[in-house]
Nanobody, 121 residues
Framework: QVQLVESGGGLVQAGGSLRLSCAAS????????MGWFRRSIGKEREFVTA????????VYADFVKGRFTISRDNAKSTVYLQMNSLTPEDTAIYYC??????????????WGQGTQVTVSS
């Protein structure tokens, strides 16, 4: 399994931006599709976005299209989530995830510990 460590979460005002990072280790990063999920209080974990191992294809949940951008740097074994125009509804724990041998909408095989994003109104 690949190990994933997220960073970049924090408190931001509505309309602001944050960039999350997820550093991977333990396996060949470029073999993994990568993505982000989130879980808000009282809600189930939900898919946010994903990117294929090469970076050639991305998938976004409807609620983040045009606001969030996923990218990856295979040389740095890192995937990023740029979040713009944040709203209080984006408040959640954001989890990095990795697929090996499959991709979204399949179930990721590896998860990070999560990073908290709080958007104040």
């Amino acid at each position: 399994q690949v190990q994933l460590v997220e960073s970049g979460g924090g408190l931001v005002q509505a309309g602001g931006s944050l960039r999350l990072s997820c550093a991977a280790s333990g396996r060949t990063f470029s073999n993994y599709g990568m993505g982000w999920f989130r879980r808000s209080i009282g809600k189930e974990r939900e898919f946010v976005t994903a990117i294929t191992s090469s970076g050639a294809r991305t998938v976004y949940a409807d609620f983040v299209k045009g606001r969030f951008t996923i990218s990856r740097d295979n040389a740095k074994s890192t995937v990023y989530l740029q979040m713009n125009s944040l709203t209080p509804e984006d408040t959640a724990i954001y989890y990095c995830a990795a697929w090996s041998g499959n991709f979204y909408p399949g179930t990721p095989g590896s998860w990070g510990q999560g990073t908290q994003v709080t958007v104040s109104s």
